[in-house]
């Protein structure tokens, strides 16, 4: 059974800084395409970022500069380091996985048939 394990998330006050984790396990992962989405109350769930197996990374222009996804093929996680941190980027931020980058980049798409995460609140607020 495949499960995706967020941790990470929490209040923060606007120029900090938080770092996310996820945990997928139940099927080897190494050459899906792994990313986060987030969802604000009241707005659709959005891409945030996405990585490949050969590391290759993708953004939304919103949080280019700020946010830095990475990978460890090896344990199966993706990290987001998530700094200078806006009110506009609190969220629930969900881990996903697919077999390609082209089905969540640069918008989730009806070929999606991989794996969410529970979702972790992020809070940005003074």
């Known amino acids: 059974q495949v499960q995706l394990v967020e941790s990470g998330g929490g209040l923060v006050q606007p120029g900090g800084s938080l770092r996310l984790s996820c945990a997928a396990s139940?099927?080897?992962?190494?050459?899906?395409?792994m990313g986060w989405f987030r969802q604000a109350p009241g707005k659709e769930r959005e891409f945030v970022a996405g990585i490949i197996w050969s590391g290759k990374t993708y953004y939304r222009d919103s949080v280019k500069d700020r946010f830095t996804i990475s990978r460890d093929n090896a344990k199966s996680t993706v990290d987001l380091q998530m700094d200078s941190l806006k009110p506009e980027d609190t969220a629930v931020y969900f881990c996903?996985?697919?077999?390609?980058?082209?089905?969540?980049?640069?918008?989730?798409?009806?070929?999606?048939?991989?794996?969410w995460g529970q979702g972790t609140q992020v809070t940005v607020s003074s």
């Open positions: 996903v996985v697919d077999k390609t980058i082209a089905s969540i980049y640069p918008t989730l798409t009806d070929t999606f048939s991989g794996y």
């Open positions: 139940g099927r080897t992962f190494t050459t899906y395409a």
